[in-house]
């Protein structure tokens, strides 16, 4: 019985892992193929859309698997909830700690004010004005940003996986 359960809980991690991969494919083609082709802020917008479902499909996985082994008391019940969890519960992890302010701002980035500049040339460039500052997104910063989903998207599957 206890084995069926293993295997269970082990396809269940492998769909998830799945489909945080699936997930990371979608960005990867908005990064590297949409963007290279339209250079719209649109399409900024979206990759950093992928890229937040991605980093709350692997929270909850990882809270998830937290949870079943006992490590946690519960799983948390707000958004909020959650980073407090992933910063308490995985604060000696460099990978996701890096990612829990990207993952806050990239939820933040629908509600504040956005500039677009130069779309549809090479330096398209997103403004997001935030009332203590402001940050540009360019290519350069999301390149930044896909170097820190990547190596978070690593570790995840490192502790899936173990």
Request: charged content about 30%; glycine content about 2%.
């Amino acid at each position: 019985m206890v084995s069926l359960r293993l295997a269970f809980a082990l396809k269940e991690w492998v769909y998830t892992i799945e489909e945080i991969i699936k997930e990371k494919t979608s960005a990867d083609h908005l990064l590297y193929v949409s963007l290279k082709y339209t250079k719209t802020c649109d399409v900024i917008l979206n990759l950093l859309a992928r890229w937040k479902s991605l980093i709350e499909i692997s929270f909850d996985a990882l809270l998830e698997q937290k949870v079943e082994a006992g490590k946690v008391p519960h799983a948390p019940e707000s958004p909020k909830q959650r980073i407090e969890f992933m910063k308490k519960y995985f604060k000696k992890s460099e990978e996701i700690q890096a990612v829990i302010p990207l993952y806050i701002f990239f939820k933040r980035v629908p509600d504040l004010n956005k500039t677009r500049e130069g779309e549809f040339r090479k330096n398209v460039n997103l403004k997001v004005i935030d009332p203590t500052k402001t940050t540009e997104i360019n290519m350069e910063k999301l390149g930044e940003y896909a170097e820190i989903v990547e190596e978070f998207i690593s570790k995840v599957k490192k502790i899936l996986t173990s």
